[in-house]
Every structure is written in C-alpha cells, then in structure tokens.
C-alpha cells in the first residue's frame, strides 16, 4: 500500500504529547515491559496484532511492516478481528531466522468510509449529490477511474446507478493499489527474535551413556561407555525423536558419594549421582574416564547428527567437594561461620554430595568461567544445553550469557529445567531461555488440562516455549505410578500432539512404574546406580509401548500444526474425564495448500470406559458451524462421520485417546 497520499503523523512536539493522530495501542507479539524481543521460530505462524481506533465512526485501516534480518521489506495488510473490538491482525509464516523489526500503521480509510456513508445516504436520499461529489473526488486522488468519475459526475443519471457505478470490483481492485488515505500514523518499532526450528519445535529422549551396554559381571558393574551409548541412537531415531539429552558426563565426585536410591552408605563400585560433578579427573570441562574421551563424546555427537539426532548436553552449574573448583575458587562457593561450604538444599531434601556456587562472591571470573565451559562443548558439536536449576541462579547472569553466547552461535539451545514459581520462570523466558520445562507433569485431570493449555498457548507463546515432559529421573507423578499402561499412554498423547515439543525419559516406553517409598521417583533410580534393560534381549511377555511412541512422533512429522504453539484450542465435552483439543491451520501456511487439522479426545480416567457427547468449536477448526467430515483416527485407522456434536466411546484399557485428522468433504 502507498503511505505517500496521506501526511505522516507521528508524536505532537509542540503539544509534547505521545499519543499519534490515530491511538495504536497493545501491540503484539510483544514481551511485557518491552525490553526483549518477542520470540518465534522459522516456519512459525505469528499473528501481529493492534488496537487502532480514533474519534468518530469515520473507517480505519492498518498495515503490518515487517524487516527482514537481510534488510527486505514486506507488507501486509490487516484484517479487523471482529466488528466493534478495534483489534487488527495480520497472520504470517516465518520464514528466515534472525531478528526482524515491525511496526503498524494506521490510516484514516476515506473511500471505505465513503462507501459506508454514500450507501446509507444515496439509499435514503439524503445528500445523494454531495455523496457522490466526494467520491468522484476521491476516485480522482486514485487515478485512471475516469469513466467512472464521469458517472458520478452525471446529473443526468439516478443517483443510484452512479452510486453502483463505484461499487463494481474493478473500481474496489483500483482503490486497493493506491486507497485514498488520511492521517497515516506510525507505531513505534517493534521486535521479534526468530530462531532456528529446534529451538521450539522437537522430540526430546533422555538416556544415561552408563547404562547403555553396562555389564554386570561377578566383580560387578562394567559401565557403559559413549561408544556402547551409540548403539541405542538407532532405536531412538527410529521411534521419531529429534534431541538425545545426556544427564552430565563429567567425572563424579567421591566426597558423601550418594548410593542407590539416595542414601548415603555406598559401596565400592556405586557410581554416584551424575549431578555431583567434579573429582580428580577434572569438572565441567573433563568427561568421565569410565565414559571414554573428550574424542570419544565428540564420535558420539557426530554419530547421532549421521542419524538426525541432536545432543543435548546438561549444563549443572554446581560442583561435588571434590572439583577442581573448590579448591582453585573458593570465593564461587558460600562459606559458612564455621569455615565449611554450605552444602545444596531444597528442605527437607539435602544433597550432601554437591554444592552450589554462589555468583554474588565474584560474578565476573565465574561467569567467564562457565563461558568457557559452554564455549568448548559448542567446539564439540554440542548445540542444545539442558541448563539445571537455572532458578537457584542470578537471572542477570542468563541474560548475559544466552546473549552472548547466541550472537555467537546463533543455533545454540537453552532448554530451562525451572520446575518453580511462575514469575521466575516467565522471567527465564523473557531474558533467553528457548525453551522451559513446565508444570504439565502435575496437570492431570481434564480441568487442570483445560486451564494450562489454554495458558501456555495464549499471550505467553511471545516469550514462553513450553517443553511437556512425561516423565523425568526425578519425576514418577501419581498418576503414571497406578494408572498402569493407559496413563503411560494418556500423558504421551497429550503432551506429544498438544505441544510443539516434547520429551520423555528412558523407561517410559517400559511403563517403569514402580516408585521409591515416599517419593515420587523410580525405585532403584538410574541417578543413583546402572540400569540394564536388555533393550537387544528383552525379556519374554515385557510390556513396551515403543509402537504408540513412534506413532505419536510419526503424526508430529506429518502434520505441521502440530508445531504451532498457538494453535491449540480447547474443546467441550459433557463428561468431566474427556479432553477435547485441536491444533489446525489454515491452507496458506501448508505445503499442499490444504488446511491441516488434528484433534485429539482422550479419556483422562485411566482406569475407566467413558461414552459422551463432544462439542466442537467448528470455527477453531476453519468449518462452518454446519459442515460435516470425516473424521479419520490415526490410533486406530477407522473413520466416522462427525459435526459440531459427536458422540465418543473410549475405554482406556482399549485406546484411551482418539487422534483424529479431519478429511474436509469437497464443496
């Protein structure tokens, strides 16, 4: 659209007032405070929106200016949300990484303005000549409609026909290419940080290297090695994942060495909790001898990136009384009035074989010192950093290092382990972090569902990219715990369609449901000592659900609006267990140019049959309220009829959930 037919208005100097000749006001996507950019990734659909109005009831327009990173320029223009709600938008893909800037601006529409008023006018006879004075007027601003302008100049003619005149489609096609416009305002320039796919979208798998080939022979326990670790990416692969992240591969102190299941009396041969990181062998920057060699990681980053697979590397920035650490930079640690260093607590639980460093003693050596540390694994191929307990750090000092670390390495990774309050962790969001653990662990029935993906896929999509992890070595919920086969499968259909990115544990596949008295965690937890499944000889009658998984990744693959983290919407249904949600875009944004289209029913109850009525939203799902389709369950394969209202049955020890893609009938 041409801006030069109307004056720009921008800030009233002589009046030193802020607010333009048109109010352009709640610009998103935007970060609250307006400090950092907002985020998205490559082949993400971002909706741009504004609240433009003024005085009066005269039309208004708007248009969407975006600056690529390469200095391109393009326009859009945008559409008002719903009459009377002053919000426009415009909706665009993403398509190259880097920072882009935007602004909007608004514009007094004096030829939509006139439509309005000529037809309500020249309708009731009242100022028909005037009426269309202003438009032949107008129509001359716009150029070559000469014909048109002579009608309406004619007398001689009704004042209808000159007015039908002006409302033909080629006269609307030349009003579109230079639109008579008045009172331009621009809004001030916003930002939007796009980064590389994976930073939002992906299948996360954690394995311990250890276990993978550990042997357990008469003197004990061989352990696993990055070389025998490499023959489980195969599997992974195969079962759909994108990122393999590795607990920390550093050698394991031997100070209050924790034995199984987190106690402190240890034995010859235990191997300790990966998280008590530092021993003579070296700390963040060393790997453990029992793993292999710094070559020997590198071999195995390379070997998962032959097979499509990422590493993601666990950033613990935390050290066992034995790292080098303590005794080369007391001053990182808290000392205590006794002279001792404080050991890390979360009470009642105490980990006696770490302690955590403290930034406040010496911020600038010790955030120096974890750059390096970063910077050496980025040497080695690692592009992804799984950062624990990053809300027991200074969030200045993330800031800092997510900054600098990515106008380095603009690929690089930050996935945010902060199971804590929400301030910190939309905070850890805003100043970096790509992506964040989230509380969907402890969301299990279908109004805490409800409730949490209708947050996470709101306002917070500017900032907050959500990670739906099912399970974790510190995490063993309840619900999977006695909810058997179909909670293991309930919680991956959920988190593996509902969010852009997904992980879960080893074991998972295994229904590893067993739980440490009194605790939520596995018994005989791998944090603590090896674990051999057997994956190449399983035992006779094991259950797996490695099929359901794969699939579960299979239609993550095959349908792009899985990937959009705003594009799930909740549905209802008449029974308090059966979740009802979709993820859908339009045509436009697809390869095929067809609109891609999933919803999911899943029976929360895992211990339960469910039969009910479900009532979709046909608009969330670009259908007129009247409009049938076929409904084709990718779980089971059959097919049904459905509407706005549908009648549902599932049995959870059957299928708890239908997945279903919607088949538009031709029209």
């Known amino acids: 659209m041409d801006m030069r037919a109307g004056s720009v208005v921008s800030v009233n100097a002589k009046l030193h007032t802020v607010t333009g000749r048109i109010p352009i006001d709640e610009l998103t996507p935007r970060v609250p405070g307006g400090k950092f950019p907002a985020k998205a990734v490559v082949g993400e659909i971002v909706p741009f929106e504004a609240t433009v109005f003024r005085e009066g009831h005269d039309k208004l327009g708007a248009l969407l200016t ?94 209808k026909d000159r007015w039908q005149a002006a409302s033909s489609d080629a006269v609307a096609a030349a009003v579109a290419q230079r639109p008579p416009i008045s009172l331009v305002t621009r809004s001030a320039e916003q930002r939007l940080g796009v980064e590389r796919e994976r930073a939002g979208v992906g299948a996360w798998y954690e394995f311990f290297p250890r276990s993978e080939g550990a042997k357990r022979t008469a003197e004990g326990w061989v352990s696993g090695t990055f070389a025998t670790a490499a023959k ?33 009396t240890t034995v010859d041969g235990d191997p300790g909790s990966p998280w008590a990181i530092g021993a003579a062998e ?5 790997v453990h001898p029992d793993l292999g060699t710094i070559d020997d990681f590198a071999a195995f980053v390379r070997e998962a990136g032959e097979r499509g697979l990422e590493i993601a590397m666990d950033l613990a920035l935390q050290a066992s009384p034995d790292h080098p650490w303590v005794r080369e930079h007391p001053e990182w640690f808290t000392t205590l009035p006794d002279g001792s260093i404080a050991y890390a607590e979360n009470p009642p639980k105490k980990y006696q074989d770490i302690y955590p460093i403290n930034f406040d003693n010496a911020p600038e050596s010790l955030a120096a010192e974890v750059l390096r540390i970063v910077e050496q694994w980025i040497r080695l191929g690692v592009q992804i950093f799984r950062v624990d ?15 600098v670390v990515n106008d380095r390495h603009p690929d690089v990774v930050f996935l ?5 309050r929400p301030a910190m962790m939309q905070t850890l969001g805003k100043v970096g972090f790509q992506q964040s653990y989230t509380y969907f662990t402890w969301r299990n029935t279908k109004t805490e569902l409800e409730e949490y993906l209708r947050e996470v896929s709101g306002r917070q999509a500017d900032w907050f990219r959500p990670n739906f992890w099912v399970n974790t070595p510190d995490i063993l919920t309840e619900y999977l715990q006695f909810g058997g086969v179909p909670a293991y499968k309930i919680r991956a259909a959920i988190a593996a369609i509902a969010c852009p990115s997904w992980g879960m544990y080893t074991g998972y596949e295994l229904i590893e449901n067993v739980a440490r008295p009194g ?32 699939m579960l990744n299979g239609i993550r693959a095959a349908h792009p609006a899985i990937a959009q983290p705003r594009g799930t919407h909740v549905h209802a249904s008449d029974d308090e267990a059966i979740l009802v949600f979709s993820k859908h875009i339009e045509g436009r944004f697809t390869e095929n140019g067809e609109p891609d289209t999933v919803i999911v029913v899943v029976n929360v109850d895992p211990h339960s049959a469910r039969q009910t009525l479900i009532h979709l939203d046909m608009e969330a799902i670009g259908l007129d309220a009247t409009d049938g389709f076929t409904a084709h369950d990718l779980v089971t394969g059959e097919s049904w009829e459905w509407g706005r209202d549908n009648y549902v049955r599932l049995d959870s020890f059957v299928e708890p959930a239908h997945i279903v893609r919607v088949q538009r009938k031709s029209r």
């Open 66 to 159: 975006l600056t690529a990173p390469d200095g391109s320029e393009y326009e859009h223009p945008m559409e008002l949300v719903a009459p009377g709600t002053d919000r426009f938008r415009a909706v665009v893909r993403m398509d190259a990484q880097g920072t882009w800037s935007w602004f909007v601006t608004a514009y007094h529409d004096e030829w939509a303005t006139w439509m309005h008023d000529a037809e309500i006018k020249i309708g009731a006879d009242v100022d028909s000549e005037l009426m269309l004075q202003i438009g032949a007027g107008l129509l001359k601003r716009v150029g070559g409609q000469e014909h048109v302008i002579a009608l309406l100049e004619d007398r001689t003619r009704p004042a």
């Open 232 to 264: 489980r990416l195969p599997a992974v692969a195969s079962m759909g994942f994108d990122v393999v992240y590795l607990p920390p591969i550093h050698p394991i102190g031997t100070t209050n060495r924790k034995g199984p299941n987190n106690t402190l």
């Open 282 to 286: 070296g700390g963040h920057d060393a």
């Open 389 to 403: 307990n990053p809300h027991t750090k200074p969030v200045w000092f993330w800031e800092w290092l997510i900054r």
């Open 416 to 420: 945010a382990e902060a199971f804590t």
């Open 519 to 550: 605790a939520e965690e596995n018994i005989d937890n791998e944090k603590y000592e090896y674990k051999d499944r057997s994956w190449t000889k399983p035992p006779t009658g094991r259950i797996t659900i490695e099929p359901y998984i794969t």
